[in-house]
């Protein structure tokens, strides 16, 4: 078994010539090289701006490169959650916001030629108990009363044509989720940026950042000093840098996964006919999708605790049997690969957009960033320009966590607190 991520491992690699600037000023320095960070490099080098990626690591080495490769429409929260707590009008324009993103994905797939398997596969979010079964139905009432006309509610006989499980009472189906293979998302966006010029600089993390006016900056490097007329922060749940303030409004939690080896035709077909992607409807659930060569990807949160090699393992392990309780008829498939990565947690679990000190910022994704980050581009490139955005996660008061200095301390109190819950409910 490998202890990597799937999508990175079988992603083509990046011709990264050695990067140089012309000039040691850009318009802009991005700094994070995930799919926020990389598809607003694009979007702004495609409107003439000179801009500079700074990545720590290596790009779609964190989050975007290390998810469960699911591109859905809908929130994080539910949707009739999301009504009584913001009302309707707010939740619509949330919910329409997911709809827009994924639309925006399948036009980077097809305006830039990306191969990454893009794939309008539906999700299939699935009842583990018979109470989560009649929320479902509410929130399917909600939805194709205002925001998604196609969602399907599935009683327990007509999901069994979807998925061959017995632990799930219904599900709802929203067909307009994609899916698609986000270590070749990640291959396709950074080679167009470099084509149009933009400068990535790989494990150059940022360590300091200087305001030397209201449109110069100064960026540090350890081996690259780099001024630009604007930052934009785009640094997701993970990193190091001078970067406290986000640090303490972002909470990062682990998410895990494996895959098996690939499984036969017969065996996809006969567990899941309806080939979508699936999550469960616990607080510690799963995800799970078929990768194009036929794997089972299994992920979750599985253990509330944050991803290092050793947590990982540990988390495989409860994924694997997870897995096998779930689907018995693979109890004998082998485990190729397992790995973790962080969750760029807010605490209302909607994304955050704006201006710090001047400084440009968009993350909080809390789990549903495959689209939102990938049509953050478009949108920070707009605000980044001053031009009028009409994006709802556009943030001006954003309150710290309370008591959390940037080490997720309270994560096992989050996670058995969770687990009671899904023991009650
Ligand atoms: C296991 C897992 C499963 C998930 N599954 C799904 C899913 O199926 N569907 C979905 O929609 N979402 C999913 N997500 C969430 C989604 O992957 C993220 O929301 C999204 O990728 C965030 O992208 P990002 O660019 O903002 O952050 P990241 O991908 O984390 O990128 C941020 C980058 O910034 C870099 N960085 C940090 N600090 C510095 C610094 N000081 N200097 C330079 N660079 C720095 C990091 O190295 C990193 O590469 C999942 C996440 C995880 C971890």
Not at 90 to 114: C, G, M, P
Not at 243 to 269: D, H, Y
Not at 405 to 413: M, N, S
Request: charged share 20%; net charge positive.
């Amino acid at each position: 078994m490998k202890s990597a991520s799937y999508w990175l491992d079988t992603a083509p690699v990046i011709a990264t010539a050695e990067s140089k600037l012309s000039s040691a000023n850009v318009d802009v320095v991005v700094i994070g090289g995930g799919f926020t960070g990389l598809s607003s490099a694009l979007a702004l080098a495609q409107r003439g701006a000179t801009v500079a990626l700074c990545e720590a690591g290596i790009v779609g080495g964190e989050a975007s490169g290390r998810n469960g490769g699911q591109c859905n429409n809908g929130t994080a929260q539910d949707y009739a959650g999301l009504i009584a707590s913001y009302g309707e009008d707010k939740a619509r324009a949330f919910y329409q916001f997911y709809n827009q993103a994924v639309d925006s994905v399948e036009s980077l797939v097809r305006d830039e030629q990306i191969d990454c398997d893009f794939r309008r596969a539906g999700k299939i979010k699935l009842a583990a108990k018979p109470e989560h079964f009649e929320k479902l139905v509410k929130t399917h009432e909600a939805l194709i009363k205002e925001v998604d006309t196609d969602a399907k509610l599935l009683d327990a006989a007509q999901l069994q044509r979807e998925i061959v499980s017995d632990q799930f009472y219904g599900g709802l189906l929203t067909p307009n989720g994609a899916q698609l293979h986000v270590g070749k998302m990640v291959h396709g966006l950074a080679t167009r940026c470099i084509e149009k010029g933009v400068a990535i600089f790989q494990h150059q993390p940022v360590i300091r950042v200087d305001k030397k006016g209201p449109q110069q900056w100064v960026v540090h490097t350890p081996e690259q000093t780099i001024v630009a007329t604007s930052v934009l922060v785009a640094t997701g749940g993970s990193g190091p840098g001078p970067f406290s303030w986000f640090r303490r409004r972002i909470v990062p939690v682990g998410s895990f996964a494996i895959t098996t080896e690939p499984l036969n035709k017969q065996m996809c077909e006969s567990l899941f006919p309806g080939n979508r992607s699936y999550v469960t409807s616990k607080n510690i659930g799963n995800y799970f999708r078929l990768t194009p060569d036929r794997r089972l990807l299994f992920g979750g949160r599985a253990r509330f605790a944050v991803s290092n090699s050793r947590s990982d393992l540990k988390s495989g392990d409860i994924l694997r049997q997870s897995l096998y309780d779930m689907f018995p008829q693979l109890a004998n498939t082998r485990i190729d690969y397992c790995w973790g990565g962080t969750v760029d947690m807010s605490a209302d679990r909607l994304p955050k957009v704006g201006e710090h000190n001047g400084m440009f910022y968009a993350m909080g994704y809390s789990g549903h960033g495959v689209q939102m980050a990938l049509h953050m581009g478009k949108v920070m490139a707009d605000l980044i320009d001053g031009k009028p955005t009409h994006c709802p996660w556009k943030t001006t008061n954003w309150p710290a966590v309370p008591f959390h200095f940037g080490k997720p301390w309270f994560l096992p109190l989050v996670g058995m607190y969770y687990k009671v819950q899904d023991k009650l409910h």
